[in-house]
RNA sequence: GCGCCUGUAGCUCAGAUGGAUAGAGUGUUGCCCUCCGAAGGCAAAGGUCACAGGUUCGACUCCUGUCAGGCGCGCCA
């Protein structure tokens, strides 16, 4: 319909410049908005302000010039000029009526859309490091990104989600150490844990596994592990150094083979769990994406070697620098250490530019505020290899805050006392958990309260709607009860009967749906979903209070039964974009 | 100190590329079930859009500055 009414303003704009109203060289950018106020009509357009400077006239004059040199269509019912100069548009019901019948032919296709058609696009999101189980704060990004990545879906796109596992690198050291030293714990040595080791429960258990399985194979004296490690921080020492040098001895005693066992034991059983948790929540990947297979490709060192060749890198203090700062960087970095070790961010150029090679048009990361410092680096990075840096939209998800009985609950990961993102599930439900993480701006806090989440009423936006969408199966097995039955048929050749206020607000809505999902999708804003989801619960609560629907009158009743089910299609269509179910009684 | 994000009703938040009288929910107050589920609806009240300038026909929106909150500034990952 926009795309209608842009097509004739543009050949208005052509004429009128034929016939010298307005200058010809003038190239109006035409804007077609959906009206806040029935009494502006349905659709508007400010083209006549627009051009009312270059023209030399006053807006009005300007905005009735137009007017009289509009093509006529006939899905226009009436054209005002209202307020400074605005344009309304008046489209005629029967038009708009349409889309009940176009969503009870689509059903759960309705509203999807080519936009992106034979475009790839690569989601990457969560890549929590696995050291441990989800906490909240991924959920936050597992759901906005699962849902993003739908929504991309939904309007077309090809999309790949992906998670990148960081199965390499000192925190996966740590956890390996930490788990052969709960084993040796277990196993009846005695030591005192590192502070900087990791302290949750499922270290314990992994410890458990590892001695059910080998024993005592990888048991070693306490003089074996402690003789030469400088002290922790407690006795006054480094807890870094003392960390570092732990590490270094379980690789010495224990061999790069059965190292790489317990090391692997930890991984495996932590990304299962974080798997399993996802799977549960609603959320699946095409690939885990492992960053140990980009240093068996050699990926890293060619990426070094890229830079190299392009002349961004240069040695300083025996470490290998990246000269980032061409690109923007607020300073450079280093990609390789002075112990000839590689750095994280050197796995992550790597990871960026094979990405890019993989050939999708767009590279979607998913990351937590608290890394927004790394984002100029990694595209000063995909700039100085000459690539098309612009192909990577970079999200940064702020963190969200617990709330329980208004107090802030707080949480802290070493300490192992984190409120797990599995028990926020089993809290308050997958339902209401997707719900509320996408409910704001990715770029603002969000204070998920606990209570309310939980809370079956009509305080919970979650309930609101589903029970909009329950309503309407209740009206339909009362129908039933009734020995009534409804005729789709002829509830569409009656839908012109549709001619309460109520009614009409509804259609209109309906009719947003699609623009709603596409925009949402295109800026990656799934609380616009949300919002929109929640005006039309709404809008059908307020219709199902002012009217009956199983009235005697069966043409009627027909119509707005077809109505009312279209409004059910499109609750369900768009809960489950947010992964959010769509129940039939609650 | 520098950088990114945020500041809109008592509270939690929407307000696309600048547009008409700044909107929801919640809370407060008052109504509505002999009627398809009251997990609902209707109505009232509630605002110097953090502050000060600037740009223009027009600014919550764009620019500059100030203030406040969050986060980040390692040869860690």
């Keep these: 319909m926009k795309d209608t009414l842009i097509a004739l303003l543009g050949q208005t704009v052509e004429k009128l410049q034929a016939d010298n109203h307005i200058p010809a060289d003038l190239q109006p950018d035409i804007q077609i908005t959906n009206t806040k106020d029935a009494s502006h009509g349905d659709l508007a357009t400010n083209l006549a302000m627009m051009l009312a400077k270059p023209a030399g006239k006053n807006p009005r004059e300007m905005a009735t010039l137009i007017i009289d040199n509009l093509p006529a269509n006939d899905l226009v019912e009436k054209v005002d000029i209202a307020g400074p100069g605005f344009i309304n548009f008046f489209i005629k019901s029967g038009s708009t009526l349409s889309v009940v019948k176009n969503i009870l032919d689509q059903a759960e296709n309705f509203g999807l859309s080519e936009l992106g058609k034979g475009k790839k696009i690569q989601v990457e999101f969560v890549s929590a490091n696995p050291t441990g189980p989800l906490h909240v704060g991924h959920g936050r990004g597992a759901a906005y990104g699962a849902t993003v990545a739908d929504l991309y879906e939904a309007v077309g796109y090809e999309v790949h989600r992906e998670y990148y596992v960081n199965d390499a690198g000192r925190q996966m050291d740590i956890l390996g150490t930490s788990i052969w030293l709960r084993y040796l714990e277990k196993c009846g040595i005695d030591f005192e844990f590192p502070v900087n080791g990791y302290k949750g429960d499922y270290i314990y258990d992994i410890a458990t596994e590892i001695e059910t399985e080998y024993e005592d194979k990888f048991v070693f004296t306490h003089e074996e592990l402690m003789n030469g490690i400088p002290a922790d921080e407690p006795h006054g020492g480094d807890k870094e150094l003392h960390i570092d040098a732990l590490i270094s001895r379980a690789k010495e005693l224990l061999g790069k083979a059965s190292y790489r066992i317990i090391f692997d034991s930890g991984l495996n059983s932590i990304i299962g769990d974080i798997r399993d948790d996802l799977k549960h929540f609603g959320i699946e990947y095409q690939d885990w994406y492992s960053e140990r297979t980009l240093e068996d490709r050699n990926l890293v060192s060619k990426a070094i070697e890229r830079l190299q060749t392009a002349g961004h890198i240069y040695e300083k203090d025996g470490a290998l620098w990246f000269r980032s700062t061409d690109f923007g960087d607020e300073k450079d970095r280093v990609v390789k250490r002075d112990n000839g070790q590689t750095t994280y961010f050197a796995s992550d150029i790597a990871y960026h530019m094979e990405k890019i090679e993989r050939g999708y048009d767009i590279v979607i990361d998913v990351w937590g505020a608290d890394h927004h410092g790394y984002v100029p680096r990694v595209r000063a990075a995909l700039q100085a290899l000459g690539d098309d840096a612009d192909k990577l939209k970079v999200l940064l998800v702020q963190f969200a805050n617990l709330f329980r009985g208004g107090e802030k609950v707080q949480m802290s990961t070493r300490s192992g006392s984190f409120v797990t993102l599995r028990e926020l599930r089993e809290e308050v439900g997958n339902d209401a958990a997707r719900f509320f993480y996408v409910m704001r701006k990715c770029e603002q806090h969000l204070d998920f309260d606990l209570?309310?989440?939980?809370?079956?009423?009509?305080?919970?936006?979650?309930?609101?709607?589903?029970?909009?969408?329950?309503?309407?199966?209740?009206?339909?097995?009362?129908?039933?009860?009734?020995?009534?039955?409804?005729?789709?048929?002829?509830?569409?050749?009656?839908?012109?009967?549709?001619?309460?206020?109520?009614?009409?607000?509804?259609?209109?809505?309906?009719?947003?749906?699609?623009?709603?999902?596409?925009?949402?999708?295109?800026?990656?804003?799934?609380?616009?979903?949300?919002?929109?989801l929640r005006e039309l619960a709404s809008e059908l609560h307020t219709y199902y209070n002012a009217h009956q629907f199983i009235v005697d009158d069966k043409n009627i009743r027909d119509a707005r039964l077809n109505l009312i089910i279209a409004c059910r299609q499109i609750i369900a269509n768009g809960l489950k974009l947010l992964g959010v179910s769509a129940p039939e009684a609650m």
């Design 451 to 532: 209570d309310l989440a939980k809370s079956q009423s009509n305080d919970n936006p979650v309930y609101y709607i589903q029970y909009a969408h329950a309503r309407v199966c209740s009206v339909l097995r009362q129908l039933k009860e009734k020995n009534l039955t409804h005729d789709t048929n002829n509830g569409q050749s009656n839908l012109p009967l549709l001619t309460e206020p109520h009614e009409i607000s509804l259609v209109k809505k309906l009719n947003q749906y699609t623009s709603t999902l596409e925009s949402a999708a295109i800026k990656a804003e799934p609380h616009l979903m949300v919002h929109y």
